[in-house]
């Protein structure tokens, strides 16, 4: 089996009770964007396995990589919060099953 070593030396950053209270509070930001992916989901007949991995997914990139872009911009990507998920959001019966969900 191989395996990957890291060569670069890690770069770190002192992380305050601040920063944690910002990454909590980014979960609010990301329930819309969750639960959108959880109608388009249901919508479209997806097993909850894969629901379940595009919710995690939403998680990753539109919360944790977003806030991990603030203490490392170099090494991390910020995404639009207000970018999309699917390419077919902008469809009006999509965009009627989140209105009718709430989102």
């Known amino acids: 089996m191989q395996q990957n070593t890291i060569t670069e030396t ?3 950053v002192t ?3 601040a920063d944690i209270d ?10 819309t964007a969750a639960g959108r992916t959880v109608v ?3 919508y479209f ?5 894969s629901i379940t991995d595009n919710v995690l ?3 990753e990139i539109r919360l944790i990589r977003n ?3 603030t203490l490392f911009p170099d090494q991390y990507e910020a995404t639009d919060p207000d970018e999309p998920e699917f390419d ?5 019966d999509v965009q009627r099953a989140y209105e009718d969900a709430g989102f």
């Open 15 to 17: 992380i305050t009770t």
């Open 40 to 42: 388009h989901g249901l």
């Open 57 to 59: 997914a939403t998680v």
């Open 67 to 69: 806030w991990a872009h």
């Open 22 to 31: 910002r990454l909590i509070a980014g979960i609010a930001g990301v329930r």
């Open 88 to 92: 077919d959001n902008n469809d009006p």
């Open 10 to 12: 890690p770069k770190s």
């Open 45 to 49: 007949d997806t097993d909850a396995e």
